[in-house]
């Protein structure tokens, strides 16, 4: 079956040492054109420099075109100042929730290196992510506010966001510059189910667990390698039940499995947290098997013995679904007619919690109606907005996205319960 650029990317970026020139010959090959929507999609995805990185490990610098290879050089330079810049912001707020007696941890980001990330400037950081105590938060938001961050509303209760005033979102090169706005995001808990209508994952991350990380010269309170582990898989889920994940998140999970995968100790741990929980059972499950289809990293032999006990669905989604699901194409940086971001939809039944509200969510998001109030609301607070056909125009790609790729959805239920049938009857 023949390769889509970003296909063919992705197998070139895998762990396996000798999957490198197949891949690598199909990229000498990419057109112009394919390269102009290649680098939009590298950009957006996260692998931009660890596309790079591979391509001087592998001493195949030549086989993009100059052009190429001196855009992603630029936007690394200009990444290595973000990286530098946000490192001296990132100190500052630790220094000031120090002072005012706050407990937290720093999750994702600068916590990520090297354990996830070999190098900070090789991942784009638009945020800065903190576990903090229930008791803290109050005090935290005052240290934000006062710095200098605004709030910014929330869909989770769990979570409270600041950005600088007057930044808005870039994409491309703009978003590695030094001045593109970044926010903070202070979360009291890592998982809130609501949010999807999934079950609850209590008590998984404390604050008494955090330990002592060094990085760049600094000093502050994270998540141990094996909760940053299972971060990383919840993160995952999270935007995977959302429509779109970043592939780099994969990425950083699959380096991670690289490095740790025969680590018996820390798969202990692993273990020892996930606990009796069968949700978070089949995420880790659903989220290394993905990565290692993707990016051929190995799957710890706990994984292995947990893959065996899946529900079926579950695995029907992964053979099938996950791959396709994590290739789809948005309208964030290419219009496609019938996304097949939708089939996560069959995923979710799984998880969903068997109320009205859970029930709910799952008929309605083939074809959102909550888009309507949010559009009414955008233009109640900024009635300019009726006046851009940039904004007309990104908002019919929107219905029609969700409208063609709802439709796709719906055709396809058919054969995923044949699958399904089938895949019952196998496991029988």
Known sequence: MK????????????????????????????????????????????????????????????????????RLQHNLDANQLRVEEMSHRFDRINKKFNDAGIRYAAVKGFSLVPEFCPHAPLRYQADFDY?????????????????GYI?????????????????????????YSPRTPHAVELHTDMWDGDMHQLPQIPNLFFLDRAISKR???????????????????????????????????????????????NDSESWKQIEQSVGDS??????????????????????????????SKI??????????????????ELPGYQFSLFSTSKFVLFLHQQFRLDTPAGTSVVRQRPFPSSRLSRIAASLKKDPSLALKASWWGHLVRRRLFHLLGGLLYVCEIPRWHWRNRNGIRMAS
């Open 311 to 328: 529900r079926p669905p579950s695995r029907v989604w992964i053979e099938h679904y996950g791959r396709r699901c994590v290739f789809s």
């Open 3 to 70: 390769q889509t650029p970003a296909e063919t990317i992705v197998r070139f970026l895998s762990f396996a040492i000798d999957q490198c020139d197949e891949p690598l010959n199909a990229i000498e090959r990419f057109s112009p054109r394919q390269w102009e929507r290649v680098l939009q999609w590298l950009d957006d995805a996260g692998l931009a420099f660890y596309f790079f990185q591979k391509l001087k490990d592998a001493k195949a610098s030549d086989a993009i075109p100059q052009s190429v290879l001196s």
């Open 215 to 261: 990085w760049n010269g600094l000093t502050f309170p994270a998540l141990c390698d094996e909760d940053a582990f299972l971060l990383q898989v919840l993160h995952a889920c999270h935007h995977l039940f959302a429509s779109w994940i970043r592939m780099s998140c994969l990425f950083e999970i699959g380096h991670f499995l690289n490095q740790r995968a």
């Open 131 to 147: 576990l903090v105590d229930e008791n803290s938060l109050p005090a935290a938001c005052r240290v934000l506010v006062e710095a």
């Open 278 to 307: 069968p949700t978070l059972c089949e995420f880790v499950v659903i989220v290394t098997e993905l990565v290692s289809r993707l990016f051929a990293s190995p799957v710890p032999p706990l994984i292995h013995a947990w893959a």
């Open 151 to 175: 709030s910014r509303d929330s869909r989770s209760s769990m979570e409270r966001i600041y950005v600088i005033p007057g930044g808005r979102p870039s994409r491309g090169a703009e978003q």
